[in-house]
């Protein structure tokens, strides 16, 4: 138990000494076993979790660890697709079943950020090398498509039983942000993100409210 008590603690203060975001709970996952309390500031780490929630998602966890372990012996020490899918999704419940609707979001924000940024960049990167665009309008597609990306995938994953919804939604989230190239930049581009139009000069103007 002073193991896991000191794992804790020093998890805690690794994590207060080189992230701005949410903290373990030591308190709260005192008896818990250290790996589970890693999983924790894995969800932790995105989203502000008071100590009832975090010590539901150890809980939860370790009940997942068990059917993780069942699932490879039955496998015979593998995990089959199948299982992994079956691991994955109990996994996306019990973060569903702890977690706000609000506190999903952000956490499935974080989770997405970084791919949803590389992805930003790329499209603006390609679109201003093939057609010599501003640094301003690089920023503009940048942004656009970062924010399609990232709340795309959000969507995705918190509508996954809703198909046609999610596909709907994103649908509309891209006219959205695509719009928004448009109206500060004066180009517009495609909803692939693939060619270029100048609808008009670029006025620096429409950068101030």
């Not at 899918?85 to 109990?90: D, L």
């Not at 709340?151 to 996954?160: D, G, H, P, Q, T």
Request: net charge positive.
């Amino acid at each position: 138990m002073a193991k896991q008590k000191l794992f804790v603690a020093t998890l805690f203060a690794l994590v207060v000494g080189s992230m701005s975001a949410q903290t373990l709970d030591t308190e709260a996952l005192a008896s818990v076993h250290p790996s589970t309390a890693r999983e924790v500031f894995g969800v932790s780490r995105y989203v502000k979790l008071d100590g009832a929630q975090q010590k539901a998602l150890a809980t939860a966890f370790e009940r997942e660890d068990s059917i993780f372990v069942a699932r490879i012996k039955a496998d015979g020490g593998v995990l089959s697709v199948k299982g992994n899918r079956e691991i994955q999704k109990m996994h996306d419940r019990a973060i569903a079943s702890v977690l706000s609707d609000e506190q999903l979001e952000q956490y499935y924000r974080g989770v997405f950020d970084k791919e949803a940024d590389a992805e930003g960049i790329a499209v603006a990167d390609r679109l201003q090398k093939k057609y010599d665009l501003t640094d301003q309008n690089w920023k503009f597609i940048r942004i656009a498509f970062y924010k399609i990306g990232l709340e795309s995938r959000v969507i995705n994953k918190l509508m996954a039983d809703q198909p046609a919804k999610a596909k709907k939604k994103i649908e509309q989230l891209r006219t959205d942000w695509l719009a928004t190239i448009e109206a500060k930049g004066g180009i517009r581009v495609d909803r692939e993100g693939k060619t270029v139009k100048v609808v008009r000069p670029f006025d620096p103007n429409t950068l101030h409210k």
